[in-house]
T-cell receptor
């Protein structure tokens, strides 16, 4: 596709419910990243997928957070039993080849999650 | 742990004023450096990047940044800002394993 796409663009949910956020990276990009952007904060790294390798989950804040990447393309970030502090903008980014010297990330528009 | 610091959280300038946004990082190895911009209602876009070579890099819309290795800095500059430069600016560092972002600087340009 022309760029990274994410859905939904906005999500309002009740505390305790599960949510799924989707990311479609740029076609051919092997690397996919999830970040969280809270009000007044920078981008907080959550998880990183590279090809068929095991994902780097070091940034996931709790075991309520998980992510999958099917077929090396689309990724889904799942938050179980949502809490109000999960409210944030969740950003996805992809890059062509993270081991290349000149790697650049391309970001999607984000999903704005509000947990009531 | 690696970190990226943006000391200016909110900057307000009049049109035609000069801009400099600070960015410092803590990592002793080789890094690639980036500035991203997020205009109101839009998603993050790459403004400019440094990988190697000339430490003064030029990006889109008249922005430039200078990598000073001894100071672990990558400050963003523009000689004359415009109202349309109103946005959030993020500095980022790639250490080869992961990207680290600063907390962002909100720039407001007053016409």
């Amino acid at each position: 596709g022309a760029g990274v796409s994410q859905s939904p663009s906005n999500k309002v949910t009740e505390k305790g419910k599960d949510v799924e956020l989707r990311c479609d990276p740029i076609s051919g990009h092997t690397a996919l990243y999830w970040y969280r952007q809270s009000l007044g904060q920078g981008l907080e790294f959550l998880i990183y997928f590279q090809g068929n390798s095991a994902p780097d989950k070091s940034g996931l804040p709790s075991d309520r957070f998980s992510a999958e990447r099917t077929g090396g393309s689309v990724s889904t970030l799942t938050i179980q039993r949502t809490q109000q502090e999960d409210s944030a903008v969740y950003l996805c980014a992809s890059s062509l080849n993270p081991r290349a010297e000149k790697e650049t990330q391309y970001f999607g528009p984000g999903t704005r999650l509000l947990v009531l | 742990a690696q970190s990226v610091s943006q000391h200016n959280h909110h900057v307000i300038l009049s049109e035609a004023a000069s801009l400099e946004l600070g960015c410092n990082y803590s990592y002793g190895g080789t890094v690639n450096l980036f500035w991203y911009v997020q205009y109101p209602g839009q998603h993050l876009q790459l403004l400019l990047k440094y990988f190697s070579g000339d430490p003064l890099v030029k990006g889109i819309k008249g922005f430039e940044a200078e990598f000073i290795k001894s100071k672990f800095s990558f400050n963003l500059r523009k000689p004359s800002v415009q109202w349309s430069d109103t946005a959030e600016y993020f500095c980022a560092v790639n250490t080869g394993n992961q990207f680290y972002f600063g907390t962002g600087t909100s720039l407001t340009v007053i016409p």
